[in-house]
């Protein structure tokens, strides 16, 4: 003890470099400690941590072990599962019955492409375990709530509040008690014996008192510990404060034909005042602020069936199709510029559309019967001009609904809405709403696209009534006109109000479309799935025209021509042509009978026609057109197809000899033009004849000989074509790379395209030039046709064409391109993006689409139907022309392109073998045959068969030689070529069947060498630009680290690690150059991405042992350690090499040493500028133990030791770190427990509730005297203290890095193996011992229960996730002030903790945050549920109990180490602190019952170490002891009694008395009777009775006096009791209680111990009420006590000589004089023992009489005490000490002098008297004076006896509380 006493002085004054280096001395050189100074190790061959060491070869090494176990569990850590990767094809979903193909047979190449990449399966690739891996770690909130279920409740006594009637009816038995107690004299046993006799034992343990061996018992105990306990501690443990994991890789999504918002409109009636006639209706969006028309037409007419029978002439029958009456539009980009238009037609009849809309008008139908001749003849003249002119319509009228109104509206109605819109309406309230309401909101929210606001998904189905349309105009019914009358609508002064509306009611439903609908229809007419029944009326997708581009790629087969003729100008053509309508054909040749049945139905009719008809204008030689015709195109164009116009004359008038149509003109557009589709704006010519022959492939602007055209041939007629195709790309650069691959596919030359002939000779620079043209095309093109573009360039890679006899190497032309593709997309479409930055158009291409051409299962051989798959693709090794004798030579030539890069060779046989793979030589057969001209022209040009080149290998060859502009663009999107390189290799090695191959010989040679080239320059690159640019640097390093994660999967693993290595040295060449935490931040998100492997324990060899190094070097850790008894010296060597970041250990557990290393660089409190990273670095280990923990491949024991095994390095880095940790010990306070069990009783024991513990010792002085648990100086080699002055410069970890550190330390406590952990506390020196057992220390407040209460304050503000929130908050309550800003700056630790010196310079801590959480409560609860804090409140209770249970674990073998060694029982003193410790945080019953059991059996292994050494740790387990036997649980009571009396028990059998053990009860029971609130001491009672029965029941002690001498100090006991009871009564009465508790310390005059403790409680019930000057007097008493005992026990000059010294503060300081030698001697055992009975004891109780006095403004009584105090530290030397002292002298002088001035006129305030026993001084006006003059108070007192001291002299004492209230 003495040394380490020395020690602990001696470290406290050190600073922290000089501890590590003591500390590290002895800590043996373990690598951790000297970290990249290769100081003091004696091995030679070590290396730094901050380098990588040279990775195992881990499939050599695989070989050269074979395992030892057969099967099972732990087989399976050996090596990847055989399943581990699949490639899967999966039928991509359709969303409809059929799937949408072209209905022609044989088409064009191009066109088979196109629907090969529609409909063909997606490849992907599936890594069976991947979501194991860390990156989808369970640990995340919603995935802990199902690993949490069925968690036993803990019981804590703090959450059990003992029910209130039970209580109640013990508390009046207790008053009737008390009320005997009261009349009994004191002591009198009568009625103790019959209160005791009277009360109920707890149930006994069995066996408690049979003599087994001690092995036996800790046997039986383990078991116990190990029964029922919980398998996963992560998933008790609340996640990490994380965003989204860097690791994840989530699966892209699916590509998918796109859809906006989608909105459902049901048109439900359509009345008009008269009927008459049948109306047809259209529905389209418009966007007005583009200008735009955003969907095609939805046509639909609500005709009864008796007026659609005034057309039946007309009418074939109706499809169900064209029957539809709701409509679903997708509009993409929602904004409130858009408008629903509703347009009406009506059957073509005489007269201008204003005549024809008059009867709508004037009729009403209440006037029917009125007017109804006239309605009859207007029915009958319809009915005529019906059966006439059935076919054509006019325009009729229009109204439009502006979408956000309904959108909004309906949103802020509680309920489905009807909405009335009638135009007086319109005029202001539809308008001003809108203004006030969406202007304002659209302003606040200007946001990337403005219109974010608009959403239509969530509002409220609305029903619309529309009653008022607008006649159209026959002038104005172009779309420029409807957009001006749109915009004039949202005016509040609309001209369209003055116009006459058509009176009818129109009703829709306006709803959000469901997710999937019934009976659904695509624009192509295809039937949505579900489509129960064919025979329901369905409802029309309509086809979305976005008002931007939107960038999706094409998924479905979609082709589609709509045709808007938009205006005729016939003004100039002579004869009669008035009434025109256009009639629309798409012919595929020049007959009239070539006209093709591909124009949609609009309404009531059939699906598809083979002509349309505009709409006609009366009277009008120049109409415009609002018409669309929707055409679905033939796949495969040719030449002859083309549209036709053909216009008419109507004569709406019947007369004799007229034709209803006259043909007055044509005109036509081709539909190809140089073989691509013509769209766009056309005004085109009018011929007045039928045109000649042939005429459809020349265009009409083309002068044809000898024909008529109107106005000489200038353009008449505009029209407007736009396509929605999947086939036609309408991007004039892709149409060329298209048609020249295809050219090349077919073989066809020479190839037309524009206008250019391509013979075959100048193809190659054609193609050459077409592929980086590619680079101009649009984007929206680009993306379109995306898949199929990517899947040709890979094809032109893996295939170079033979043009013309030689072989085409398009390599590098493709790679710069898809470079450009991708670089263009991530640019432009940055939304799209994932945190890595992984475009997702790009990644979901390669999951799904990608694959290695005629790689497909379906099609063995390439032929037509495979990837473009020909047979003019000759497939080359890499040398091209190479002579056939040289053929299977070794010089290697990397690339046609660069012919003179050379490497080394393996065998020929191999690279056939590699090059062509099996299955390829079955194909390249099935390829030949049909061929056989060109394969035999190949051979002999190249002396070889044709074979494919491996895309991963050529995008390695290219990437590696690519520079400047094109490197540059693929280290942008570096993730892209990485993917695609790891997709085509698991593609290869599947198809060759080498997925079970050994991985050395998987590839060849110069492919590691390019990817080991590739790694390296890009490591390179990520090293030289993280300043410069650091977003691409942060994309390039997690790209880099998810290849070799892929790799890892497939290739040679030692391979991957020296790439791994490659990385590591680069990272640390530069950090040594450059200290950057942003670099070393990167490396460690690279390291957490590798370490995401799903298989990442099997690639650490978990099951390999670590040998020695090959030349053993001494280690020098177990030369200094004690030499064990049994340890050989390599097997100390095995077992350090085990716990130490040892060379051995990091070459074999590859990837957890560079976890550990990074952990221990980090940390290292010198390594200043990591200090950001530690909760980085923390959670990377944190996460990977968390998912190690849940996986099931590790649920069996045995597994996870090994698991664990890996990180046992930890436990030391761990205890390196202590001093820097957050110290959990002070902020677990709110129990109150400042400086550990009799420190406390002071202010509070340890197990006050919150509303007692404003502990009157600050922390620092508490520990001083204590001495123990909390951080004595005296016992604790690396005690707390260093933690507030020392190390703190270093900074320390938050609360929250500490708590996960500590955390994965108990998971490897808990699942390392008990024997290696024996083992290798053997070789730990006592220090080392002695530090692992302060951070079990530590972990026990770390991880305390905090208690339901807790968790309700902690509802409030505490707990919040957000961290912004909480930022926001705290400012918020900054800014006020006062006490708030108090609480909320000292939660975050602003508030430096005061020197011990004046400890209550600050105010008491815990004061404040009482007074706080009301507010806290109030202001802001978040709403969580009952259950949701009882679930949190089990959790954590739980984990209490297993983190303790762990801690527990561990100490039994601690213990077990000492019992082997013989050499360390110096550190059982440490191993029963920590156990103290825990039984004096909050447990469960069920850990304590495991803690009492360690406990019973520690004390009867060795029974002297309590009893001889550690006799305070003896008192305070009596503390503990028994006030766990005053607990409300009869489990713990039961433990804590039989605990209790093994303890005297064998106290006795070691000196036949236990004066020991009685002193320390009694003193334990008086203290904890004295303070504790929530003491109920019928439980007590219980207890008391269970000790005496067994005593009772003890017969091997039966003949001797201890049964007597348990039952003396049982009554004793239960009189101290009786006493507690009626301070109880009194508890109210202050005053009574303090006079209760001064006779109580004067009936202990003969023991000191106990008088001391009862002294102290009197002070702290005093400063509790603020009654400073009385605390001070009571602590004057204890220190005169402590100074009497001491001076007889020690010589110590500059003691006090005893209590004679402390006259002049207190007179009535004598009483405390020792009652002479012949009542006490403190030699005697157990007298005089406690803490406060030392020179540090007594120097603390003197500070806080001094800081009592200053707070009671008593500065002359300060100056006395230290008077005292000055001469013990000037003996000691303490020079810091002395500072303080004197200052504080100085501020009370300083105040003497303040307040002698002031004080005269003050005197009549008070009355000085002397009472008859001795000198009470009282105050008059008492409190008035209070407060205003406290401080003058004492100043005042003229008659000084002791300077400014009221006199205590004998019983006054007791009246100070009554009549004496200062400050």
């Not at 922290?16 to 690598?31: C, D, L």
């Not at 606040?444 to 969530?458: N, V």
């Not at 000779?761 to 199929?788: C, D, G, M, W, Y």
């Not at 009482?1410 to 009952?1426: A, C, G, P, V």
């Amino acid at each position: 003890m003495a040394e380490r006493r020395a020690f602990a002085q001696k470290i406290s004054r050190t600073v922290a470099a000089e501890v590590r280096k003591q500390i590290a001395g002895q800590y043996g050189g373990s690598p951790q400690l000297f970290k990249n100074l290769n100081i003091g190790t004696a091995t030679t061959n070590t290396v730094p941590l901050t380098e990588a060491v040279e990775p195992v070869d881990f499939e050599e090494y695989l070989i050269t072990h074979p395992p030892i176990v057969e099967s099972g569990p732990l087989r399976d850590l050996i090596e990847f599962p055989p399943d581990d990767i699949e490639v899967i094809y999966t039928p991509r979903e359709c969303r409809t019955v059929a799937q949408a193909v072209p209905e022609e047979g044989d088409t064009d190449a191009h066109v088979r492409d196109c629907v090969r990449s529609y409909t063909e399966d997606w490849a992907i690739v599936n890594r069976k375990y991947h979501k194991l891996g860390t990156g989808f770690n369970p640990n995340t909130l919603d995935k802990q709530k199902e690993r949490q279920k069925g968690l036993p409740k803990q019981v804590f006594e703090a959450d059990e509040m003992p029910e209130n009637s039970t209580y109640q009816d013990d508390q009046d038995d207790l008053k009737r008690r008390s009320m005997s107690i009261d009349d009994t004299p004191r002591g009198s046993w009568a009625c103790s014996i019959f209160d005791l006799k009277n009360s109920l034992p707890d149930a006994l343990l069995p066996h408690l008192l049979d003599r087994a061996p001690n092995e036996e018992i800790d046997r039986h105990n383990e078991e116990q510990r190990k029964a029922n306990r919980h398998r996963e501690l992560f998933a008790l443990h609340p996640a990490l404060d994380e965003e989204e994991p860097i690791e994840r890789h989530c699966v892209p999504e699916v590509p998918k034909e796109h859809f906006g918002q989608r909105l459902l409109v049901k048109c439900l009636s359509l009345k008009f005042e008269i009927e008459i006639e049948p109306i047809f209706a259209s529905l389209a969006l418009y966007d007005v602020k583009e200008k735009k028309k955003i969907s095609e037409n939805f046509f639909f007419d609500l005709n009864s069936e008796q007026t659609k029978a005034m057309l039946r002439p007309h009418i074939q029958t109706a499809a169900i199709s064209t029957l539809a009456r709701s409509a679903i539009f997708s509009i993409t980009y929602p904004s409130q510029d858009v408008f629903l238009v509703i347009k009406l037609e009506k059957v073509l009849q005489q007269g201008d559309i204003g005549e024809c809309a008059e009867p709508y008008m004037v009729f009403k139908e209440s006037d029917a019967a009125k007017n109804k001749e006239k309605l009859e003849k207007l029915r009958s003249q319809s009915e005529q001009f019906c059966q006439r002119l059935g076919r054509y319509r006019m325009p009729f009228a229009w109204t439009a609904i502006h979408l956000m109104n309904i959108v909004n509206s309906a949103g802020s109605l509680e309920r489905d809405t009807e909405l009335e819109m009638s135009l007086s309406e319109r005029k202001g309230s539809w308008s001003e709403r809108r203004n006030s309401s969406i202007m304002g909101r659209r302003s606040l929210e200007r946001t990337t696209s403005g219109d974010e606001s608009c959403s239509l998904t969530g509002f409220r189905p609305a029903t619309l009534t529309i009653t008022n349309f607008f006649k159209q105009e026959g002038d104005r019914l172009s779309d420029e006109d409807l957009y001006k009358f749109l915009a004039d609508m949202r005016r509040p002064s609309s001209v369209l109000r003055r116009l006459r509306p058509i009176t009818a009611q129109l009703k829709l439903d306006i709803s959000p479309a469901p997710e999937n609908p019934h009976y659904c229809l695509t624009p192509d007419l295809l039937q949505v799935k579900p489509y129960p029944d064919s025979r329901v009326r369905p409802t029309r997708e309509i086809l979305e025209f976005p008002a931007r581009d939107v960038y999706v790629p094409n998924t479905t087969y979609r082709n589609l021509l709509y045709v808007n003729p938009q205006s005729l100008n016939f003004a100039n053509r002579q004869g009669s042509a008035r009434n025109i309508t256009v009639k629309v054909q798409f012919m595929n040749g020049e007959d009239p009978n070539n006209a093709m049945p591909v124009i949609f139905g609009k309404s009531s009719c059939a699906d598809f026609f083979k002509e349309a008809y505009t709409a006609v204008v009366y009277h009008n030689r120049s109409p415009d057109f609002h018409d669309e015709v929707k055409i679905k195109l033939p796949a495969s164009l040719s030449d002859h197809h083309h549209i036709l116009f053909t216009f008419y004359h109507v004569s709406c008038q019947q007369k004799q000899n007229t034709p209803l149509e006259t043909p007055v003109g044509y005109t036509w557009i081709p539909m190809l033009q140089n073989g691509r589709l013509r769209t766009g704006h056309f005004c085109l010519p009018v011929s007045l004849e039928k045109p000649p022959q042939s005429y459809s492939v020349l265009s009409p602007d083309v002068p044809l000989p000898g024909m008529k055209w109107v106005d000489n041939h200038r353009g008449v007629f505009n029209v407007e074509v736009v396509t929605v195709s999947a086939i036609h790309t309408q991007d004039q650069y892709l149409d060329k790379f298209f048609a020249l691959v295809h050219a090349l596919d077919e073989h066809m030359f020479p190839v037309r395209i524009g206008d250019m002939r391509i013979m075959e000779n100048n193809l190659e620079a054609e193609l050459k030039t077409s592929i980086a043209a590619l680079n101009s095309s649009q984007l929206e093109p680009v993306v379109r046709f995306l898949h199929l573009l990517l899947d040709k360039l890979v094809l032109l890679v893996v295939r170079p064409p033979v043009i013309a006899g030689q072989i085409v190497n398009l390599g590098q032309a493709s790679f710069e391109v898809m470079a450009s593709i991708a670089n263009r997309l991530h640019k432009y479409l940055d939304t799209s993006q994932d945190m890595h930055g992984r475009n997702s158009l790009l990644s979901s291409y390669i999951h799904y689409v990608f694959r290695l051409p005629s790689a497909d299962p379906n099609s063995p051989s390439p032929g037509p139907g495979g990837l473009g798959g020909s047979v003019h693709y000759a497939t080359m090794a890499r040398s091209a022309v190479r002579p056939a004798s040289l053929n299977l030579n070794r010089s290697r030539s990397l690339s046609n392109s660069n012919p003179d890069i050379s490497g080394t060779p393996t065998s020929p046989d191999d690279e056939v073998r590699s090059i062509i793979g099996s299955k390829a030589m079955e194909r390249c057969g099935n390829r030949m045959s049909s061929h056989t001209e060109s394969a035999s022209f190949l051979q002999t040009l190249t002396g070889r068969l044709p074979t494919k080149k491996l895309f991963h290998e050529e995008l390695a060859l290219q990437w590696v030689v690519s520079s400047g502009s094109v490197r540059e663009g693929a280290l942008q999107q570096a993730w892209f070529f990485f993917e695609l390189m790891v997709k085509s290799i698991i593609h290869h090695l599947y198809f060759t069947d080498r997925l079970e191959s050994p991985r050395k010989n998987r590839f060849p040679e110069r492919f590691m060498d390019d990817i080991t080239a590739l790694v390296s320059t890009i490591a390179g690159d990520i090293v030289s630009r993280f300043q410069k640019d650091l977003e691409l640097v942060e994309r390039l390093n997690t790209s880099l680290a998810f290849f070799l994660n892929d790799l890892l999967s497939v290739m040679d693993r030692g391979f991957v690690f020296t790439l791994v290595r490659a990385y590591w040295k680069q990272v640390s060449t530069k950090l040594y150059a450059l200290q950057n935490p942003v670099l070393e931040s990167l490396r460690l998100d690279f390291l957490r991405i590798v370490c995401s492997h799903e298989h990442y324990v099997t690639l650490n060899l978990p099951c390999s042992l670590l040998t020695p190094p090959a030349s053993p070097s001494p280690s020098v850790s177990s030369a200094t350690s004690q030499s064990s008894g049994f340890s050989t010296h390599v097997q100390d060597q095995k077992i350090a090499n085990m716990f130490e970041l040892s060379v051995p250990f990091r070459e074999q557990h590859y990837l957890a040493g560079l976890v550990l290393s990074e952990l221990s660089v980090i940390l290292d409190p010198e390594n200043e500028g990591m200090f950001g990273l530690h909760k980085k670095v923390v959670s990377v280990v944190h996460n990977l133990l968390s998912s190690h923990d849940s996986d099931p491949r590790y649920a069996d024991p045995e597994v996870k030791a090994r698991v664990a095994m890996l990180y046992l390095p930890l436990i030391g880095i761990v205890m390196e770190t202590l001093p820097q940790l957050h110290d959990f010990t002070e902020s677990h306070n709110q129990w109150g427990r400042s400086g550990g069990p009799q420190g406390t009783s002071l202010g509070s024991t340890g197990e006050e509730t919150e509303g007692e513990s404003n502990s009157l010792i600050s922390q620092t002085v508490a520990m001083a005297i204590a001495g123990t648990s909390a951080a004595s100086p005296i016992s604790r080699p690396s005690s707390f203290l260093l933690n507030s002055q020392a190390s703190r410069q270093h900074g320390s970890f938050s609360a929250e890095s500490s708590r996960s550190l500590l955390i994965c330390l108990l998971w490897v406590l808990k699942n390392a193996d008990e024997l290696v952990l024996q083992k290798w506390f053997t070789d730990l020196s006592v220090l080392q011992l002695n530090r692992l057992l302060d951070l079990l220390y530590l972990c026990v407040s770390c991880f305390e229960y905090k208690g339901k209460k807790a968790f309700e304050r902690m509802n409030s503000l505490t707990f919040k996730k957000s961290k912004d929130m909480k930022a926001k908050l705290e400012e918020a309550i900054l800014g006020s002030i006062g006490a708030r800003q108090e609480m909320v700056r000292r939660s975050r630790g602003q508030l430096e903790r005061s020197p011990s010196g004046s400890a209550f310079g600050s105010q008491e801590n815990l004061r404040w945050r009482k007074d706080m959480t009301h507010w806290r409560q109030n202001s802001e609860k978040m709403d969580k549920t009952r259950a949701e804090l009882e679930h949190e409140a089990l959790i954590d209770g739980n984990l209490a109990t297993e983190a303790n249970i762990i801690i527990l674990d561990t100490l039994e073998i601690i213990v077990q180490t000492v019992s082997v060694t013989e050499s360390k029982e110096s550190i059982l003193g440490g191993v029963l602190k920590v156990l103290l410790h825990s039984m004096a945080c909050n447990q469960s019953a069920l850990y304590l019952q495991h803690c009492f059991a360690t406990q019973r059996a520690l004390v009867s292994k060795f029974p002297e170490l309590l009893f001889e050494e550690e006799t305070e740790q003896c008192a305070d387990l009596c503390l503990r002891l028994l006030r766990s036997c005053s607990s409300s649980i009869s489990t713990i009571r039961a433990h804590a009694s039989a605990s209790l009396y093994l303890l005297m028990r064998q106290n006795f059998e070691i000196g036949n008395n236990f004066a020991r053990v009685k002193m320390q009860v009694t003193m334990s029971l008086s203290s904890l009777v004295g303070t504790s609130q929530n003491f109920n001491e019928e439980f007590l009672r219980r207890s008391l009775k269970t000790i005496l029965t067994y005593a009772e029941e003890d017969l091997e002690l039966r003949e001797t006096t201890f049964p007597d001498q348990v039952q003396d100090l049982v009554f004793n006991l239960h009189m101290i009791l009786s006493d507690t009871v009626k301070m109880k009564e009194h508890q109210e009465d202050p005053e009574m209680l303090v006079d209760l508790m001064y006779r109580i310390a004067k009936g202990y005059q003969t023991s000191p111990d106990l008088r001391l403790t009862w002294l102290q409680n009197m002070a702290g019930k005093h400063s509790e009420r603020n009654n400073h000057a009385e605390a001070a007097q009571c602590l004057v008493h204890s220190a005169a006590l402590v100074a009497e005992y001491l001076s007889m026990l020690e010589d110590r000059k500059y003691l006090p000589v005893g209590c004679v010294t402390f006259q002049n503060i207190s007179s009535n300081v004598l009483e405390e004089s020792a009652v002479s030698d012949d009542v006490v001697s403190p030699d005697e055992e157990g007298i005089c023992s406690g803490k406060y009975f030392t020179e540090i004891g007594l120097v603390g109780l003197l500070e806080q009489a001094a800081s009592s006095f200053s707070m009671a403004g008593m500065y002359e009584a300060v100056n006395e005490v230290y008077k005292v105090l000055i001469p013990i530290h000037e003996a000691n030397r303490d020079a810091k000490k002395l500072a303080t002292i004197h200052g504080k002298l100085q501020e009370a002088f300083g105040k003497i002098v303040h307040q002698s001035t002031g004080w005269e006129q003050e005197l009549h305030v008070f009355q000085i008297g002397h009472a008859d026993e001795g000198g009470v001084v009282a105050a008059a006006d008492r409190d008035a004076a209070v407060h205003d003059h406290g401080e003058q108070l004492i100043a005042l007192t003229p008659c000084r006896r002791g300077p400014g001291a009221p006199l205590l002299q004998g019983q006054s004492q007791r009246r100070l509380q009554g009549s004496v209230h200062f400050g």
